[in-house]
């Protein structure tokens, strides 16, 4: 295979919606540059890009696939990626490592929420966009009702470069205003006949050929002069404007294609042959440190590493982008991410599972190796003369939770590192290890992300596994001040136990004054700080511990033992086991004795003190509470109202956002267990959402009552 220069390299994203056939275009473009000899179908399960088990089990796409055409003298990187919103992951990879996006939208049903999320992160990743109309020869297909929803959604920039004579079952001919011809095909798609545009559409053509050129020439001033001084452009000078265009974001290219048939994807390709941009034409990414770093082929040698995937018969296999210098077999590099050293024993350009062994890879290229020691998805590979470090991928927070655990509780080691490793491949797929909750929690984009997990594990690793309600990580906090005496007294023989404290706890609050007086029934207390102690606490709030012992009724030695009795309930808190927040105890009183007072008497006083304290404070349970944002389409925008509300959502506010409807709300974490499985059923899935945690609210009355009830019937049932 012959050697690329950076100058001769483009990377292309192929995104999309579910269902918007980035996998048949994939296979399409493989056949057309020559790589395979004949295009397979996703109903056969024998496409490149959906080649592992799950995706030939549940019939889509699960990982992104890279793959490379040799295309008119240059080489074509491209990765296909999943188009369900579970997966997204994958595409905000992609768009990380390469530098263009084709954005394939099916006909039958124009821009969708998927496309919406899709666009909007190549905003944020200011990344050039390609729009592809695709399955124009669907039954439904309404081309002008598309391009009106593009204009309506992505704005002026939309550019009509072909568009079809006919859409439907008639769909064989579209006029690209480009190179003004027209282009047709028969039955079977392929090779097409090019001819002059007929008289009847010569009017329209001339028309979207004059907005392609006042868009191309709008990005460049001698462009622009030219076409001022004599109305048009040459084909040359268009590709020049269309290209700065792509680079700065100011114009979208629209193509028409029906992968299925392979009718449009030839001339698709010769345009990401010929005029988006090569990698060196995009803005330098930066290294952690803010430096900029180019594409430089004779540049210090770094790899950024950004997929991972378990192959049979093969083992990890890591994917990787060349950032700069050119990477030969057999180099030594260090893994600045971890601290360790790799040997890059073999190259392979890959497509999908097949694999051609290179002898080098320059800067802005990517490539893949095999049988790596411990490198993980996200880290850089330097050589010695070199320091660059990247971490620019950034991934949606979790939107759906599941507790995890092996049938088999022997099992549980091996079944956290096969998780591990899935995290590896799939850094959406978030593992916890939840102490407070005391389970797995498997944290995905969705259900189906979650289920597909399972299917791996289960079928691939013939590990039976259980997914269960993850328990929701309530805390306890008071909301009144009370006060408390223990004596813990224990006598066996010999030196007993012995130690007495009296405490005062009220809720806590940053700022407040120093305590002074209190005042409990007829009585006051007088308080007079000697030392204070500030535990911000892990799981958020914190404790606060005013030692105001006078005359030296508790020594000073046993006040850490009683802090220590404090922590204790603080990690268990008193109504329902959840860790309390927020508390300021003050320790005033007690008694202890001179031979059996020890550490261990006063943790129990100081724990059994608080307890009761704790309960007359005016105990409150807190949940944790999401900000949510939904994306729904106005005609079900009722139904999804409801549904939030029946999920005790309190809404913060609607917006109208290019089309769709925007609703803002915030509700529990308890309420969202099921919630992107309920609003793809209610919305046909035509939504989306994301949430992130947002704080801790006092839950309703009713709610805490069930939430002690529960609790004090579990704590009876292990007693």
């Known amino acids: 295979m012959k050697v690329y220069q950076t100058n001769e390299i483009k990377n292309i994203a192929l995104l999309g919606s579910k269902g918007s056939g980035k996998t048949t275009l994939a296979e399409a473009m493989l056949y057309e540059c020559g790589v395979i000899k004949r295009r397979g179908t996703v109903e056969a399960g024998n496409t490149v890009s959906d080649s592992f088990p799950v995706e030939k089990e549940y019939g889509y796409s699960v990982f992104s696939t890279v793959f490379y055409a040799e295309f008119l003298g240059k080489k074509l990187n491209v990765i296909d990626c999943p188009g369900a919103d579970d997966f997204v992951g994958n595409a905000i990879t992609a768009l990380n490592v390469t530098d263009t996006g084709v954005i394939l939208i099916n006909s039958q049903y124009g821009v969708e929420v998927g496309t919406q999320n899709i666009f909007r992160t190549t905003q944020r990743l200011k990344k050039p966009v390609i729009f592809a109309l695709n399955q124009l020869d669907g039954e439904k297909a309404d081309y002008d009702n598309v391009i009106e929803q593009m204009r309506e959604h992505f704005g002026n920039k939309i550019v009509t470069v072909q568009y079809p004579i006919q859409c439907g079952a008639g769909f064989n001919a579209m006029i690209d205003v480009l190179l003004m011809k027209k282009y047709s095909w028969g039955p079977d798609g392929g090779v097409p006949v090019i001819e002059d545009i007929p008289a009847d559409q010569m009017d329209r053509a001339k028309e979207l050929h004059q907005a392609l050129v006042e ?61 988006v941009p090569f990698v060196e034409d995009m803005p330098a990414p930066e290294t952690t440190e803010g430096v ?17 995937t378990v192959e049979p018969h093969i083992g990890e296999v890591s ?33 999908g599972s097949i694999k051609t062994q290179v002898d080098k890879l320059c800067a802005g290229d990517i490539g893949a190796t095999v049988k790596l020691k411990d490198v993980r998805t996200g880290n850089t590979l330097d050589a010695k003369d070199c320091d660059y470090r990247f971490d620019f991928i950034r991934f949606p927070e979790p939107k759906y939770r599941r507790a995890v655990r092996p049938v088999t509780e022997s099992d549980s080691e091996k079944l956290m590192t096969i998780l591990t490793r899935m995290h590896e491949e799939d850094p959406t797929w978030v593992i916890e290890q939840s102490k407070e909750l005391k389970q797995v929690i498997l944290s995905g984009q969705g259900e189906f992300h979650l289920r597909t997990l399972k299917w791996r594990v289960e079928n691939n690793d013939k590990l039976p596994i259980i997914f269960e309600e993850p328990r929701i990580p309530y805390r306890e906090t008071i909301t009144k001040a009370a006060r408390a005496d223990y004596r813990h007294k224990k006598q066996s023989g010999g030196a007993g136990q012995f130690g007495e404290v009296h405490l005062i706890i009220e809720p806590y609050t940053e700022g407040m004054p120093l305590p002074d007086t209190y005042k409990f029934g007829n009585q006051e207390f007088k308080m ?58 003050c320790i005033y009183d007690g008694k202890m004795h001179p031979v059996d007072s020890n550490e261990i008497s006063f943790r129990l006083a100081g724990r059994n003190a608080f307890s009761e304290a704790f309960r007359n404070a005016g105990p409150k349970v807190l949940e944790p509470v999401y900000d949510v944002e939904v994306m729904v ?13 029946g999920r005790r959502a309190i809404i913060m506010g609607m917006e109208s956002d290019n089309g769709f409807e925007k609703i803002i709300a915030k509700v529990p974490l308890k309420e969202m267990g099921s919630y992107s499985t309920a609003l793809s059923s209610i919305t046909g899935g035509r939504s989306a959402f994301t949430m992130k945690f947002a704080s801790y609210e006092l839950v309703p009355s009713d709610v805490q009552d069930k939430l002690l009830k529960e609790y004090a019937e579990k704590a009876q049932a292990e007693d």
């Open 215 to 275: 868009a191309a020439a709008e990005n460049d001033e001698t462009l622009m002069d030219k076409f001022f001084e004599e109305g048009h452009l040459t084909e040359d000078e268009m590709r020049e404007g269309i290209r700065k265009g792509l680079i700065d974001r100011s114009i979208y290219p629209v193509f028409c294609v029906s992968a299925a048939k392979d009718m449009g994807v030839r001339r698709m390709m010769e345009f990401l042959g010929n005029v």
């Open 292 to 308: 900029e770093v180019k594409p430089d082929s004779n540049g210090p040698l770094s790899l950024y590493f950004f997929k991972t």
């Open 319 to 351: 994917y990787f982008k060349v950032m700069s210098g050119t990477l030969t077999p057999g180099v030594d590099l260090e893994n600045v991410t971890r601290g360790t050293r790799e040997r890059i024993a073999q190259l392979y350009c890959v497509c």
């Open 528 to 585: 007079s700080v000697r030392d204070t102690q500030e535990i911000p606490l892990a799981w958020g709030g914190k404790l606060v511990v005013h030692n105001c012992i006078v005359g030296g009724a508790i020594d000073a030695r046993f006040i850490p033992a009683i802090v220590k009795g404090l922590m204790d309930r603080m990690e268990q808190g008193p109504l329902t086991g959840s860790y309390a927040r927020d508390v300021r105890v």
């Open 633 to 645: 389409p106005g005609d079900v925008m009722g139904d999804v109202m409801s549904d939030l509300q």
